[in-house]
């Protein structure tokens, strides 16, 4: 069963399209309008292998914040929507992932019940067009729209593009293997009967 979803969210302040693959190659079309946004969906989605196709109109002359909270909202719907009842899939993920001196780790549960944990620091207000608190914000929409359980933490690191570049990767490291099927089982992967 193919795994592919196209959503569409328009707002007063964005406007936006996301069709996700996650059974892909990770070939992705990002347009945010923000260089370094699209930067790290590029990360995510390769190494993650998921095809994904992103279109945002957003009211960045006001500033980035709604273009980045709105892409997190529509990116995880379409995760949610994509893995469906959730049968025979592994739920949780996990990886940590190195680059360069900078070491983040991303812990997923795919559980229904969303909620982020996110422990990182960044020294610098902005990256390229985008701020550094919307790291943050971007995987707080993903995390509760996508009804997911999400850790982030940069365990180690001192250059702010590697942490945020090394969360993004992580995320799709691990959500990637919480996706996958597990053979073995054909219900959902819990004791209550249903996530």
Known sequence: MERIVTLNRTTKETDISVTLNLDGTGKNEIDTGIGFFDHMLDGFARHGLFDLKVAVRGD?????????????????????????????????????????????????????????????????????????????????AVSYTGMMNLHLRIMDGENNHHKAEALFKSFGKALDMATQEEPRIKEAWTTKGTL
């Open 60 to 140: 960045l002359n006001v500033d980035c914040h709604h273009t980045i909270e709105d892409t997190g909202i529509v990116l995880g719907a379409a995760i949610l929507k994509a893995i469906g009842d959730k049968a025979g899939i592994k739920r949780y993920g996990h990886f940590i992932l190195p680059m360069d001196e900078t070491l983040a780790l991303c812990a997923i549960d795919l559980s229904g019940r969303p909620y982020l944990k996110f422990d990182a620091e960044f020294t610098a207000d902005r990256l390229g067009e985008m701020d550094t608190e919307m790291v943050r914000e971007f995987f707080y």
